[in-house]
């Protein structure tokens, strides 16, 4: 049975790609509608090519959100592989390297050689410490 997008009445877009890009996972990321933390994983995205939703809430929406998330926090992630099986996961630096280590096949945003590894671990370490300074801002 062919599956049918029930707004469009088309096959939904993973209906037509190769199995391979069809296998892909869902992914939904759910943050407040600023950029803040959840930006530098949407960017992630991106740049990979990964389709997401991008979940866009509003703080009244957070209160009931709140005890349903790790932690406690946002941003959050929800992946369903093609199984259907489910994570969620926070933590945005978590979810950036996710990204990248998973879905950049150029190696470019995180590479595979240690010592490159290590360079990129030291950036975003910095790109921690700055971003801590600047909070108080």
Same mark, same amino acid.
């Given at each position: @049975?062919?599956?049918?997008?029930?707004?469009?009445?088309?096959?939904?877009?993973?209906?037509?790609?190769?199995? @391979?890009?069809?296998?892909?996972?869902?992914?939904?990321?759910? +943050? $407040?509608?600023?950029?803040?933390?959840?930006?530098?994983?949407?960017?992630?995205?991106?740049?990979?090519?990964t389709?997401?939703?991008?979940?866009?809430?509003? $703080?009244?929406?957070?209160?009931?959100?709140?005890?349903?998330t790790? $932690?406690?926090?946002?941003?959050?992630?929800?992946?369903?592989?093609?199984?259907?099986?489910?994570?969620?996961?926070?933590?945005?630096?978590?979810?950036?390297?996710?990204?990248?280590?998973?879905?950049?096949?150029?190696?470019?945003? +995180?590479?595979?050689?240690? %010592?490159?590894? =290590?360079?990129?671990?030291?950036? =975003?370490?910095?790109?921690? %410490?700055?971003?801590?300074?600047?909070?108080p801002?």
């Amino acid at each position: @049975q062919e599956q049918v997008d029930h707004v469009s009445g088309q096959p939904p877009p993973t209906a037509s790609l190769p199995p @391979q890009l069809a296998a892909m996972p869902t992914i939904k990321l759910t +943050y $407040f509608n600023i950029e803040a933390a959840a930006e530098k994983v949407r960017l992630a995205l991106i740049m990979t090519g990964t389709p997401f939703e991008d979940n866009r809430i509003d $703080f009244e929406a957070w209160k009931a959100l709140k005890p349903t998330t790790p $932690f406690g926090q946002l941003p959050m992630m929800e992946v369903t592989e093609d199984d259907g099986s489910k994570k969620t996961f926070a933590q945005s630096v978590a979810m950036m390297r996710w990204v990248a280590r998973k879905f950049d096949k150029t190696g470019h945003l +995180y590479p595979a050689d240690a %010592d490159a590894g =290590l360079e990129m671990e030291e950036v =975003l370490g910095l790109s921690d %410490d700055m971003a801590r300074e600047w909070t108080p801002a």
